[in-house]
């Protein structure tokens, strides 16, 4: 028998003052039973700190490994935003690369090794490819607070997280980075 997703309702306040966007979102997650804890917070990071018109989570969710987990989509249908979740391969980046505007991916994997994916292959446009390091242990602590039906408050403010849940408030950083290697051209 198959294990089926199960959905989290998670109403957000968001108030990302680095980007000037202040939401009141009420999200549905379907999380699928091989997706851990840490990925779905990572996705749900994802989506509110990157927060605009358009945004959506994937419909397939991790069943389908051809689309990215959050995308940005303009009023024509087109795609102009892939933003994908922890380590994906050099050739899943290429393809995001060559088929979207702009590429996001947000990661708790050590940049190192992100960057040694990177290395020795093709990766078109690797140098736009924006990075954004969240801290496991912060993903972890997130994701103990984090029900089936959860508020909670994010504020994002200079390269700091801030959630409220439960009254209880978490901090995190969410750091800029790059997967050229300093010292080798990509």
């Not at 996705?43 to 940005?72: M, N, Q, W």
């Not at 504020?155 to 300093?182: F, H």
Request: charge should be negative; hydrophobic fraction near 40%; glycine fraction near 8%.
């Amino acid at each position: 028998m198959a294990l089926t997703a199960t959905m989290y309702r998670v109403d957000v306040t968001l108030s990302d003052v680095d980007r000037g966007v202040y939401e009141q979102l009420e999200l549905r997650l379907a999380r699928h039973p091989s997706e851990s804890v840490r990925y779905l917070i990572s996705r749900l990071l994802a989506y509110c700190t990157s927060y605009e018109e358009g945004i959506t989570f994937s419909k397939g969710g991790l069943s389908d490994s051809d689309e990215p987990p959050v995308s940005v989509w303009d009023p024509t249908g087109v795609r102009t935003a892939w933003i994908d979740v922890g380590a994906p391969s050099a050739e899943r980046l290429h393809k995001a690369s060559k088929s979207t505007p702009r590429v996001a991916l947000f990661s708790h994997v050590a940049l190192p090794l992100l960057r040694r994916e990177a290395a020795g292959r093709t990766v078109h446009r690797l140098e736009q490819i924006q990075v954004w390091q969240l801290e496991p242990a912060f993903l972890d602590a997130l994701g103990e607070r984090v029900g089936r039906n959860t508020r909670l408050e994010l504020v994002r403010t200079d390269g700091q997280l801030y959630v409220t849940v439960d009254g209880e408030v978490l901090t995190g950083s969410i750091t800029p980075a790059t997967l050229i290697t300093p010292g080798i051209a990509g």
